[in-house]
């Protein structure tokens, strides 16, 4: 049983490495490298206590990597462009906006008025 569920897991982040980093090969053999080292090094574990924590940090790495990590591809010296699945990146992303210091001091003021409206009372 807890072979099975090794192999199912090892083939779910080598699947999860396949999706994260579509078309770059670099990538894809060194995560393939890292992927396998890693459960070569715990092949001989038989504890079955040891093996379930092994198998969920394996599992929480898959969803880190379909979840968390995204491709960036440059399209000129200053800028790059992510490639993000809607499918995988569900997270809401908010544009970067740099502002000046005037702009930054007044948004930080307003967000402390804010804060102190919504703030309530242990007593409420």
Do not use: G
């Amino acid at each position: 049983m807890a072979s099975n569920e090794v192999l199912t897991t090892f083939k779910l982040v080598h699947r999860a490495r396949l999706l994260c980093f579509k078309n770059d090969n670099q990538m894809l053999n060194a995560a393939k490298l890292q992927i396998n080292e890693e459960f070569k090094k715990n092949k001989t574990v038989s504890d079955p206590a040891v093996v379930q924590n092994l198998v969920a940090f394996a599992q929480d790495v898959e969803h880190e990597l379909l979840t968390q990590v995204v491709q960036a591809e440059r399209v000129n010296e200053t800028k790059f462009k992510l490639n993000l699945d809607p499918e995988r990146h569900t997270m809401e992303n908010i544009p970067y906006a740099e502002l000046d210091d005037e702009t930054y001091k007044k948004w930080k003021e307003e967000k402390k008025k804010s804060s102190k409206k919504n703030e309530k009372c242990c007593c409420d």
